[in-house]
Structure formats: structure tokens, C-alpha cells
């Protein structure tokens, strides 16, 4: 199994990256998907999750309107385009497979176990 993310970079405040993440060694078509954050001193949370196949999405209050997650399934690849971003979005950003309870609207994605590296992201002027 393996998930690799790419990626990330330095960009400057109302900028734009587009997070990759190519996954192999699995069923890619039959797993739910999502990008989580960790910066420096602060614990992990989740960003943004979807669903295998039918396009349900959640993101987190904080990137929501600025996010956009997706997935191309004959790529075996998820995506998370990040536009307006803000200097509180640096952290390593990493792809990992989760379980979902979308009846669970605050937080509907845990990790079920598959991780991708991290790809650090850096908003700065």
C-alpha cells in the first residue's frame, strides 16, 4: 500500500496549490478519502473527506468556500485545490484513507489506516 502526496510548496497569502495524492497497492475506487493538517505545537485535524464513489464531501468551518476536494478514480489519485490561502493553513498536509459516518455532520471522517507523507504547505509573504 502506499500514498504518495505531492504537491506543496511556499506560496504567498491569497495564493493557490493543488495537493495530490496517487495511491496504489488497494482498492482505491472502494475507499473514502481525506486530507488532514498538522502545523508546528498544534494537533491533527482533518481538512476535507470524500466519499468513494457517490461525491459526498465535508470540509472543516476553516477551509470551507476555500477548498475544494475531489478524486479521479481511474487515476487511483485524490486532489485538494486550495485557493485564498492563508498564512494559518501552513502545516504538512497529508492523504489518508477513512471510515465515514456522514450522518455525523461536525466530523464525519476518521482514519481507517492507510497514510500518505506529508507535503508541507507554507503561506507566507
Known amino acids: 500500500v502506499q500514498l504518495q502526496a505531492s504537491g506543496g510548496g511556499l506560496v504567498q497569502p491569497g495564493g493557490s496549490l493543488r495537493l495530490s495524492c496517487g495511491a496504489s497497492g488497494f482498492p482505491f475506487d472502494y475507499y473514502a478519502m481525506g486530507w488532514f493538517r498538522q502545523a508546528p505545537g498544534k494537533e491533527r485535524e482533518i481538512v476535507s473527506c470524500?466519499?468513494?464513489?457517490?461525491?459526498?464531501?465535508y470540509y472543516a468551518d476553516s477551509v470551507k468556500g476555500r477548498f475544494t476536494i475531489s478524486r479521479d478514480n481511474a487515476k487511483n489519485t485524490v486532489y485538494l485545490q486550495m485557493n485564498s490561502l492563508k498564512p494559518e493553513d501552513t502545516a504538512v498536509y497529508r492523504c489518508a484513507t477513512v471510515y465515514t459516518a456522514w450522518t455525523n455532520s461536525a466530523n464525519p471522517c476518521s482514519p481507517s489506516g492507510y497514510w500518505g507523507q506529508g507535503t508541507q504547505v507554507t503561506v507566507s509573504s
Open positions: 470524500m466519499s468513494s464513489n457517490d461525491g459526498t464531501t
